[in-house]
């Protein structure tokens, strides 16, 4: 039996693999282009097999562009939308890493020209939890462990306005609670995203005001989110990043883009880049959310703003950034500029 959080999820799920796909990702959905030794379509959605069982991946997506050396990547996408107050557990975390290993552990069949078989790895699987309300220590510290990489929203402000509209989905938006009715509503939102309006006759579970949310709200607020990219801080925390606008090409005419870090003790921090002030054709504003580990350090530190400006030197120093930047699949580093850092905590020491 589902409950409205599990519908929820889905629906955020939905949002995520539509920001993958601005990134470069492709969403999987059908299985019967694919081997089917690997994917199949289940009851209630995608299955991929593992070493040991198939298992249903709602979310699942995969990045063309491999790397040397590298089995093409495929993401497993799991996202929550709990209650601001109600961080996800460790037992999620624990569960992506049962079914993240079982299906990496599952080995293909192919024939060989001597005519012998040999069992290889297809695919390299990853997997990401995406919150909008954060995670307790234990499941950071489980996730890290595994790598398992933990995307959260909390102090994001561009999509809030998409977190507001998921939680006003509830149980008067549905007929019936079910397995059913969570692939309807992601199938209806999923549509409505691609503007597949033709293929919007599916009603048996949703009624006239979950309707009109999907087609309307969900889709207006996650269509106003023009950026989205991907990077790690510090070549270590995920992060997911949005903005209202597409990156400029204008500010990434070389691959490394020197930058200020500002932010806020409520956790709200964004990159801006050094040599553009706002309104200039090179300016944008690149959101993220500390990580709970960073975000507690500046949270002890914060009445000491030299202290904190230290806390950017050593954890803030570059974020390297994959994502489509002028139509082009990039990877670039954004650097916190040595001078400028070492400039504003100069200003901070007293006169003497």
């Given amino acids: 039996m589902s409950n409205i959080s599990q519908v929820r999820g889905a629906l955020l799920e939905e949002a995520i693999l539509y ?22 379509g289940g009851h209630s959605g995608l299955e991929v097999r593992g070493r040991g069982s198939w298992h249903q991946i709602d979310a699942l997506a995969l990045f063309p562009a491999s790397p040397a050396f590298m089995y093409p990547l495929r993401l497993m996408v799991e996202a929550k939308c709990y209650r601001e107050n109600r961080p996800v557990g460790i037992d999620v975390a624990r569960n992506s890493v049962g079914v993240l290993k079982d299906i990496s552990e599952n080995y293909f069949t192919v024939q060989r020209r001597t ?16 919150s909008t309300s954060g995670y307790t220590a234990g499941a950071v510290e ?17 999509i809030r306005p998409l977190i507001r509209a998921i939680m006003q989905f509830g149980p008067e938006c549905l007929t019936n609670l079910g397995k059913q009715s969570v692939k309807e509503v992601r199938e209806r939102y999923r549509n409505a995203i691609s503007g597949n309006y033709y293929e919007m006759d599916m009603r048996n579970y949703l009624t006239e005001e979950g309707i009109n949310l999907i087609d309307n709200a969900l889709v207006e607020t996650l269509q106003q989110i023009q950026g989205s990219y991907f990077g ?20 990434f005419e070389t691959d490394v883009v020197q930058c200020r870090v500002v932010g806020y003790q409520t956790g709200n921090w964004k990159f801006t880049p050094l040599h553009f002030q706002p309104g200039e054709p090179g300016w944008f504003e690149l959101e993220f959310d500390l990580p709970e580990q960073i975000a507690s350090l500046v949270a ?8 904190v400006a230290n806390i950017k030197r050593q954890h803030f120093s570059f974020i390297q ?11 670039v580093k954004l650097e916190l500029n040595n001078e400028w850092i070492e400039e504003y905590i100069h200003s901070l020491q007293p006169r003497i």
Avoid at 115 to 129: D, K, R, T, W
Avoid at 233 to 238: A, I, M, S
Avoid at 324 to 329: A, K, S, V
């Fill in 19 to 40: 920001l993958l796909e601005k990134v470069g990702y492709e969403t999987l959905t059908d299985s019967s282009s694919f081997n089917n030794q690997e994917l199949r």
């Fill in 115 to 130: 005519g012998q078989y040999l069992q290889v790895p297809s695919f390299n699987y990853h997997s990401a939890i995406f």
């Fill in 142 to 158: 489980y996730a890290l462990a595994h790598q398992i990489f933990l995307i959260q929203y909390n102090n994001v402000s561009v």
């Fill in 232 to 251: 790690m801080l510090q070549g270590r925390w995920p992060l997911h990043l949005l903005t209202h606008h597409e990156l400029p090409p204008h500010a």
């Fill in 300 to 307: 002890r530190e914060w009445d000491s703003r030299e202290a």
């Fill in 321 to 331: 950034l994959s994502g489509i930047i002028g139509g082009i699949r990039r990877s």
